[in-house]
């Protein structure tokens, strides 16, 4: 199946189906593969794709870069410009979510740092519905990976495993999505998103020393409350009793973006509805992502716009 019509692999665009990988790498045979998802928002009254935190997503990709201690450090500005040639190939004009992943390539054995290649999709991605209706949510009774094992703020593809536990979990006791707890039992994140809750009228989400991905969003929200919103958020153990307490919750990520939800283990977060303050927030978010106020213009890198000046010289 094409999901596109080009990808990018190690600089090149290539038809979508010309996208392989052998099968003896050691991203294949030991998930060495490190990435990141980043999406672009198609503003249709400006005619213009944006995409979202760029260099935030691509320091966070050579953070992870150097703790997994790869050969070389593919540099950001590179990462970005390639982003930006393969969704003009393609011709975007819909909201997509492009992958960069780095990974371990060749036929080298465990601890093999190299040759490492570079890999970029672009595809479509409407508007998930459970963005509007929000999601039921439940506590897993898988645990979050742990920084001493296999660290959650490095956005390794091997993670995920731990995530699909979660997710596998949740499908099949019927629940839209998972929260996990960490070792020391405290409100971790999803298996691809983070974590908020509104208690006692005071947005609350676990500190960075919980396990969890240290999350463009979940950054970019903290700034929103406090500069629209005028609230401050509480980063801090949270434990799992609260979460039933919670007036409002909600995940979020760059996937996800901002999500409600409405009942965690089948009991009503608040009103079984989406908050109202959650509601507001998604309002603010998604000017700021749309480019639809001029607010925080050095998040979101315009793709067309040097199209149009190079078409002219
Ligand atoms: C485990 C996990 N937590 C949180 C997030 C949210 O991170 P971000 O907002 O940077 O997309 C992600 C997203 O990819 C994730 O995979």
Known sequence: MSRAK??????????WNEGTVHVFSPVVKYGAGLFEGLRGY???DKK??????????????????????????????????????????NEFKEAIHLRVMVYVDGDGEMGAPGPV???????????????????TAHISSWQRISDVSIPARVKSNANYQNSRLAVLQSKADGYGAPILLNSRGKVSEGPGMCFFMIRNGKPVTPSVSNDILESV?????????????????TERDVDRTELYDAEEAFFCGTGWEVTPITSIDKIAVGNG??????????????????GKTNVHSEWRTP???????????
């Open 273 to 290: 509805k989406p908050g109202a303050l959650t509601q507001k927030l998604q309002k603010v978010y998604f000017d700021v992502v749309l």
């Open 303 to 313: 793709v067309y716009a040097g199209a149009k000046s190079k078409a002219a010289e």
């Open 217 to 233: 969003t979940r950054a970019t929200l903290m700034d929103l409350f406090h500069e629209s919103l005028d609230l401050e958020v």
């Open 117 to 135: 290649s570079v890999a970029i999709t672009a595809v479509p991605r409407p508007l998930p519905k459970q963005v509007i209706d929000g999601t």
């Open 6 to 15: 080009y990808l990018s692999l190690n600089g090149k665009i290539i038809p």
């Open 48 to 89: 213009e794709m944006f995409l979202f935190r760029v260099k935030e997503h691509m320091d966070r990709l050579a953070f992870g870069q150097r703790v997994m201690r790869y050969e070389r450090i593919v540099d950001g500005d590179t990462l970005a410009e390639q982003c930006i040639a393969l969704i003009r190939a």
């Open 42 to 44: 198609w503003n249709d």
